[in-house]
């Protein structure tokens, strides 16, 4: 692989290669993990990345340049027989034009152009008749005029529970930019649904997962399979997933999709929101499923057969954060003897270049019959990490 | 890291990093799979390899050099917290001097000194009163004055059935070189017990495996677990491995060890060799056990308590081997889809950068509560994956 453009890659280990296998917009945590369950199958992954040492430059060769820069994306899937994302805001309109000349894109940017704008999945979701919460408002009013509370949220770049309030009848909104107002959902749980969809259209489903979330953070804490549901709404759900895998297969889906579900007080489920990659709520089936939802994504893009989604063991996730008092910049993790101490413990650490409070750093499964005593277990693990500001020291590790 | 000498570091991508976590003397597909290990439990690893496009390169960082090189080790010991190997013929006394004046090297370099000298290695087993075939001669003859058909190996070098032969009465010995003769032992079939052997000197092991042998290359093509062996058979493999690995704890044995046994057609159990490292007969580990044996390495050598070694589920493994006529050099996967259609298979490819003819290439471990019908997919996946000589076309894999 020749440069082609001022953008350095790093890591040009293997001057053989004439085209990588999978090229991936963006190189954190997912894309390190997509890379990770590829090198197993004999594929090489190439990563964009504005940071040379994003946590996927440790597993694979990386362009560093901004996600949206035209060349950079040019040169990415020029580089790789088919690109895919492990993040939804790059740069469509590029990707669009890129695709249009011949670039094998999955899933399609016209997925992503009807996913990264809300209110567009909102509505694309509710015109083929699947449940969603209903839109009060698509631009929302400075004040609101509602005597009972509504969501606001932001159409564009929201993620981990940023870009989205709850908003008391009468008050004011607080988000700027382009925002949307829907009805706040009587939240009874949220359950997620990870799907697949593969080059010929088959569209199969992992087991709907319980989502915890952290009321601080506002971001997901815990991931529990399978969901204590009964039977009734576990089929419902997954039937919605599947269905709306099947609407946005026609916008060119490709590849692993999250369904973020409300089951809301009167046992309705209604689609909270959709990405069309892996997911948080996804990484429990590393160890809960016969194939995860990274070799998964990287079988469908690649248009290989899918693997069994089934599960192998009921299972409980807790997210690794960075701790709210947290310094930021570089870390030595401690605590990793305490995690492994519990045989059914697997420990995942992202290997980000920098901690900051809030930031996801790593995650720990654990795996049993209960999925109380996995969740207790994976809670009391994911604790043990710490994060300290000195470099590793010699021998042994923490 | 700042280079140090005149070997390049591919991939210098972190530069805030410190340290590497582990060192590893050789990035073929055992170094691989090491750093693939270690990566989810944030660790980063740098090889030392001659081939810049080894297997090990495109997931880890690489000094490039010969594994002899006492500049190049020197490197790897002071870059990494802890240094280890995943091949034994390395540079034994440039290692030890590393190790006196305070490198932390596990397995130790005294470890290696006994394991990679064949007779050293059994000598030192047969002292400690472990079952060993009975050594004839500690130098080879010219020709034999047996009159029945005695074993000559090499003392040093020999892998993947090279360095042994058996020889009938009367013949010439055809090996060169420092070589011995042991007996012809009767084999009724070939066992492996993987064990390992913490920091604290504790040992576990995993289940015994049957290895099935192709007799023209002389290679293991196949590995079955469990052992289709009686309960007794079973307990004494175990117990005869988990021995062996005290013994050799007395000369710094440190993480896996891969204890290679005949059962021979009186019922007795004899070691045929030892390897200190993850092992081929292990690789099935990643699928049939809750902790396999690249992980549980990566545990042992850094320190950290080691994972269960319990089965998770029966499986069988095959090789996927360059086929005897093939082309040598670089090529292109072709047979994938075959493989993973079955959705009980797990394919790992090395990412070699060439194919020639009985090179290893990959494996595939298919899991069924039936080993027999494990062992017949996994043949007939394995024989599913070609090397094509040209390059990969644009869009989907094979």
Redesign the interface.
């Given at each position: 692989l020749t440069p082609r453009s001022g953008h350095p890659i790093?890591?040009?280990?293997?001057?053989?290669v004439?085209?990588y296998?999978l090229g991936i917009v963006g190189g954190g945590q997912l894309g390190?993990m997509l890379?990770?369950a590829a090198?197993?199958?004999?594929?090489?992954c190439i990563v964009l990345d504005p940071d040379?040492?994003c946590a996927a430059?440790?597993?694979?060769d990386?362009i560093v340049a901004p996600l949206n820069d035209a060349k950079a994306l040019h040169r990415l899937v020029t580089s790789a027989?088919?690109t895919t994302f492990e993040i939804e805001h790059t740069a469509p309109a590029v990707l669009s034009s890129l695709e249009d000349t011949g670039a094998?894109i999955r899933p399609s940017p016209r997925t992503l152009a009807v996913v990264a704008d809300k209110l567009r999945q909102k509505e694309t979701l509710r015109e083929a008749g699947l449940p969603v919460p209903v839109i009060l408002a698509r631009t929302a009013p400075g004040r609101s005029s509602w005597t009972h509370p509504v969501v606001q949220k932001s159409r564009f770049g929201g993620y981990d529970g940023r870009g989205v309030a709850v908003v008391p009848g009468g008050e004011d909104m607080p988000l700027p930019g382009d925002t949307f107002v829907e009805t706040a959902v009587e939240i009874e749980r949220e359950l997620a649904v990870l799907v697949v969809r593969d080059?010929d259209g088959v569209v199969d489903a992992w087991a709907p997962v319980d989502m915890v979330f952290d009321s601080t953070l506002n971001l997901v804490s815990d991931v529990i399979v399978p969901a204590e549901i009964p039977e009734e709404v576990r089929r419902r759900a997954v039937e919605i997933s599947i269905a709306t895998a099947r609407v946005l297969g026609e916008h060119g889906l490709v590849g692993v999709l999250a369904v973020e579900l409300f089951l809301d007080r009167s046992g309705r489920i209604l689609i909270n929101e959709v990405a069309p990659r892996p997911h948080n709520s996804g990484h429990i089936t590393m160890e809960s499923s016969?194939?995860d939802q990274f070799e998964q994504h990287v079988?469908a893009v690649?248009?290989?057969?899918l693997?069994?989604t089934?599960l192998r063991t009921p299972a409980a996730m807790t997210n690794i954060v960075g701790p709210p008092h947290s310094h930021s910049g570089?870390y030595r993790?401690i605590g990793?003897?305490q995690v492994?101490?519990d045989?059914?413990a697997?420990?995942?650490?992202?290997?980000k270049?920098a901690v900051r409070p809030g930031r996801k750093m790593?995650h720990v499964t654990c795996t049993d019959p209960s999925t109380a005593d996995a969740l207790s277990r994976a809670r009391t693990a994911a604790a043990a990490v710490a994060f300290a500001p000195s470099?590793?020291?010699?021998?042994?590790?923490q």
């Open positions: 790093l890591k040009p280990v293997d001057h053989t004439d085209r296998d390190r890379a990770l090198a197993p199958l004999g594929l090489r040379p040492a430059a440790q597993v694979a990386t027989a088919v094998t080059t016969q194939c079988r690649l248009g290989l057969p693997g069994s089934a570089a993790v990793r003897r492994l101490a045989p059914t697997h420990l995942h650490l992202y290997g270049p790593g470099a590793q020291a010699k021998g042994d590790v």
